[in-house]
């Protein structure tokens, strides 16, 4: 099981800012580039007035900042330059999406003009090869699965039908904070049905599921794994597994995985017959150019398993 595709977290929710300009992006892509990751994903390109590219629409009806560097562009020159495919993800107006009080007609409205414009600047770039959908849930939350349904179809209609990804997560104990109360495991039933439902619902609409693998305990992912696979497989979507390499397990928000805990992951997606993983997220957690210094000794370790699966 190798790890192809990564997330780009530039515009970042909880995890602390490198401050790269293109040089250390260069660097970083050449090292994606090295051990295989062929797709960057970038997870959102606005959350609430931070931005990713000087969008006309963001400033003048979101009052974002306009960026000091159209992100965007450099992503997309960077993937054509080390051969890889770039999905856009979309915007975030709100850190709280599955908060009831959001009015998820006028996100989606909003939405499909900031996706169209998008589209509009960069559409022709050869690296643009798809979109991603950057809320996250867990369960059934209505509004955000019908969102996925009404912008995942217009992301495929204005541009060719290029393929929509979303990356829910599960509702195990490590969805919370260690000290939350109200934190308890995987109901297998519950994520069965109501994933069941969901996946019913966007087939068509949307074709990738990569569900984020750190909410649950280690010994409940192989089985939910398969329930995943068996899901997609059920409703012709293609499912991947989001492989965290940063560790729920610490006091305190995010170190860089242990390699062994990254192994028994891509052990249990393999074993579930899953054949893509992607990572949240390479250039902070398993790049050699991390702030982390534990993040260059997980890309060592990963480079030797590399050689062990094709020596």
Known sequence: MRITATFLDEISTDIPHQNWGYAEWDRDFKAMQHIGINTVVMIRCGLERFITYPSKIMVSECGAYEPPVDLVDMFLELAEKYGMRFFFGTYVGHREWCDGGIDYKKEVDLDKRIVNEAWERYGTRKAFKGWYLSKEISVNVK???????????????????????ISPGMLGRKAWLPTDIDAHDLDFERHYREWDEIMGTIAGNVD????????VHFWELPEVLKINKALAD???LDCWTNSETFDRDMPFRF???????????????????????MTFEFSHFMSPNSFWPQAGNLYNRY??????VNP
């Open 303 to 308: 480079q030797e398993y590399l050689l062990t």
């Open 255 to 277: 170190p860089p995985i242990k390699w062994e805990k990254l192994l028994l992951k891509l052990k249990a997606a393999e074993a579930a017959g899953i054949k893509n993983t």
């Open 208 to 215: 990738i599921v990569a569900f984020q693998d750190g909410h």
């Open 234 to 236: 059920k409703h012709g």
């Open 143 to 165: 509004p955000v699965v019908h969102e996925f349904v009404e912008l995942g179809r217009f992301c495929k209609e204005i541009s060719g039908n290029l393929p929509v990804m």
